[in-house]
């Protein structure tokens, strides 16, 4: 936890002119406050690209951007409450980063939540970091699914998303299929783990089943580089997603082994 402690203060520095900071008042009250006070009279001198500052945007991001999808299609669901939920377990967030949480995700939904202007702050904060957005589409086409199926609505806001990030409809769809697969679901959504089928390994590595064996390791590697629990943290995913970027990689390594015991 201590990462948002220091963010906290950080952040201060986009709060003043930037929606993320702003819903990071909301979010945070008296912390946000006691965060100010303890920067002291050294101030913070972090820019776009500053770590703390990266993990601040991302968490900020993603619960509320969470809670604007939830509600595209005119309603929200008990499973995509249950969904917001959840996640909040699987990150091992304490009791306050909880309650914070759901704020930014009951922020998200109301009818004036500025979703252009937090998705274009948030593209300026990660700075180009492509691991990190698309580890937030990923969280949020999860949210999309929550129900079981995906809302004309839903798509149409995630099909958004992805022009304001630079992310191409095309590699929606892909990530679209990995879900579909039983990428990223984990145990709170699936129930118990099963080993993955064929058809459903060779749709998490994103590949045809005709691929040679030098395409399916390329494939392999890149989605095991881009989902390194390490390299993600270092490029500024908060440290409570380790968890999940963890059970990814081991996805991927299953849907691989999978394939290559198939083909002998």
């Not at 809670?67 to 595209?72: E, L, N, S, T």
């Not at 679901?185 to 691929?211: H, P």
Request: glycine share 10%; net charge negative; with cysteine.
């Amino acid at each position: 936890m201590a990462w948002w402690g220091k963010a906290l203060g950080g952040a201060f520095g986009f709060m003043v002119g930037g929606p993320l900071g702003a819903l990071m008042g909301i979010a945070f009250g008296h912390n946000f406050d006691r965060g100010m006070n303890s920067l002291g009279q050294d101030g913070w001198q972090g820019g776009p690209g500053d770590q703390d500052r990266i993990q601040a945007a991302f968490f900020t991001a993603t619960f509320s951007v969470m809670g604007y999808i939830a509600k595209a299609d005119g309603k929200v669901t008990r499973d995509e409450i249950k969904l917001a939920e959840d996640v909040m377990t699987h990150l091992g967030l304490d009791a306050e980063m909880r309650e914070s949480a759901r704020r930014l995700f009951n922020e998200g939904k109301s009818s004036d939540f500025p979703i252009h202007d937090i998705l274009d702050q948030f593209k300026k904060e990660v700075h180009r970091r492509s691991t990190l957005i698309q580890m937030f589409l990923e969280i949020q086409l999860q949210a999309a699914y929550a129900d079981g199926v995906m809302h004309p609505a839903e798509e149409k806001v995630l099909a958004q998303i992805c022009q304001k990030l630079g992310i191409s409809f095309a590699q929606l769809k892909r990530l679209e299929e990995m879900l579909k697969a039983g990428f990223g679901r984990t145990d709170y959504q699936q129930g118990a783990a099963s080993k993955t089928s064929l058809e459903d390994a060779y749709a998490i590595l994103g590949v045809d089943n005709s691929v040679s064996d030098a395409e399916l390791k390329k494939a392999y590697r890149r989605l095991m580089s881009q989902h390194h629990p390490d390299k993600l943290v270092s490029k500024g995913l908060p440290e409570q997603m380790i968890q999940d970027a963890t059970e990814k990689t081991q996805q991927i390594k299953s849907a691989y082994e999978t394939i290559r015991e198939s083909r002998g």
